[in-house]
């Protein structure tokens, strides 16, 4: 398993960074090479699917998720159960005050084909991140001139049954 982690602060309230991470179509304006789309339940609420395409044309891979915690406007958690990539991803929202709030987003994958798929995210790595911090720089400008994110609705409150 790998771990990785990335914030952005973002001038806006929690509700609204929230709305905008679970605003499926709009991370392709923010994740480069990157197409979301919600799948069963339009990809809201624990059970909702969701799947990613990254890559250019037919080179790329397919990234489908499961909603295991949704916790508006906090935590959204997806397990990732696709071919090339499986683990877990958690995007949380934490309020700063009134009209600013931190995003994080973290992920803890496995990473596929053993020792030579080790070496090549350790050769990976610090390209991804570059990648995931210019992507959050982008989401961050994007929500503050309120160009992405629509309300999230929230069908079983704030709670998902998996919270203990």
Do not use: C
Not at 15 to 36: C, K, M, S, Y
Request: glycine share 14%; net charge neutral; aromatic share 10%.
């Amino acid at each position: 398993m790998t771990r990785v982690i990335y914030a952005v602060d973002v001038a806006a309230p929690a509700a609204v960074v929230f709305d905008a991470v679970v605003d499926w179509r709009g991370q392709e304006r923010w994740i480069p090479l990157t197409t979301v789309r919600g799948g069963r339940n339009e990809g809201v609420g624990v059970g909702g699917e969701v799947a990613a395409y990254t890559g250019i044309g037919g080179f790329g891979f397919l990234d489908t998720m499961t909603i295991t915690r949704w916790e508006v406007p906090h935590r959204v958690d997806v397990l990732h159960t696709g071919a090339v990539v499986r683990g877990i991803g958690i995007m949380t929202v934490r309020p700063l005050g009134a009209d600013r709030s931190r995003f994080y987003w973290a992920e803890e994958l496995e990473v596929p084909l053993g020792t030579i798929g080790q070496v090549g995210w350790a050769l990976l790595k610090p390209a991804f991140g570059l990648g995931m911090k210019a992507a959050l720089a982008r989401f961050a400008a994007l929500v503050e001139a309120g160009e992405i994110g629509q309300p999230a609705p929230n069908p079983a409150g704030t709670k998902s049954p998996y919270i203990g």
